[in-house]
């Protein structure tokens, strides 16, 4: 039986069988460059001089679009990478995005159970995928928009819960796709982004619409201007891209900058714990 076709405890049997792939590196259209890597994780936040306030770790949960990049890849970047400066020193975020990963393979390799080993209540794990999961054409990574939404119920919702923990569901980061005619930006993985929405909804889960959120914003830049949130870079303008790249998925430090505050802006309006963490500047 394919591992897309495994439901309830034969999926759960991928957060515990599999450890040992967490070292496996795969590169592709969304894979990560074999020198980066996710970010490692880091101790919860010492309790601040508020009171009340929310002490604790967010982790990320995610793809390319995400991970933490190495300095070798400058200026490419992604929104984990700079989400901690969206939130007071009470927060910890620690960053397992990695290249080339769908929701299921995330789970196959390991991935989500290295978090649940180590995610504690009072902590979030964010999950984003989509872009990985829509890969027909790689069984590795393709994840039918019902399966993806089973994996985000299952493992990433029901069973981070189980653990004391809080999901926060992210809706796919969307692409520099557009409408040549209209100059507006399209919805990118339009099946995945209803799954998830529709998933969260049905869990009671909070929900960070990036899909909306990050295709208004580019909207508002336009076509052209949104080059410089994407890596897209001229030959001889970045020592390590000396080519040149176009690239419509990733993005450079503008735009993975320019991501985190768009998640950040909506983590403070959910009415979690977490929501009072988010810095005032980006709070409107």
Do not use: C
Not at 13 to 41: E, Q
Not at 107 to 136: C, M, W
Not at 143 to 165: C, F, H, S, V, W
Request: charged fraction near 15%.
């Amino acid at each position: 039986m394919s591992p897309t076709a495994m439901a309830g405890g034969s999926r759960r049997r991928f957060l515990l069988g599999a450890a040992g792939a967490l070292g496996a590196g795969v590169a592709g259209a969304l894979g990560v460059p074999r020198s980066a890597s996710a970010a490692a994780p880091s101790a919860s936040a010492a309790p601040g001089g508020r009171g009340a306030a929310a002490t604790g770790t967010v982790y990320i949960a995610s793809d390319s679009t995400a991970q933490t990049y190495s300095s070798g890849y400058y200026p490419q970047a992604g929104w984990g990478q700079k989400l901690s400066s969206y939130f007071t020193s009470n927060v910890t975020v620690t960053n397992r995005a990695i290249g080339g990963r769908s929701s299921r393979s995330f789970i196959e390799q390991g991935r989500l159970s290295a978090i649940h080993d180590v995610i504690k209540p009072g902590d979030y794990l964010f999950v984003q995928f989509g872009h990985n999961d829509a890969t027909v054409g790689n069984a590795e990574r393709y994840t039918p928009p019902a399966d993806y939404k089973e994996y985000l119920r299952n493992d990433y919702i029901r069973a981070t819960r189980a653990l004391g923990a809080t999901p926060v569901v992210v809706t796919p980061v969307s692409r520099r796709s557009y409408n040549a005619s209209t100059g507006k930006f399209n919805v990118s993985f339009p099946a995945y982004v209803d799954a998830a929405k529709a998933v969260a909804q049905e869990e009671g889960a909070a929900l960070v619409d990036l899909a909306a959120a990050s295709r208004a914003y580019l909207d508002g830049l336009g076509a052209e201007a949104s080059k410089a949130i994407f890596l897209w870079l001229s030959a001889g303008q970045y020592p390590n891209f000396p080519d040149g790249v176009q690239d419509n998925t990733h993005f450079q430090e503008r735009g993975a900058v320019e991501m985190a505050r768009l998640v950040s802006r909506s983590v403070a309006g959910l009415g979690l714990p977490l929501s009072g963490e988010v810095v005032p500047t980006t709070a409107g």
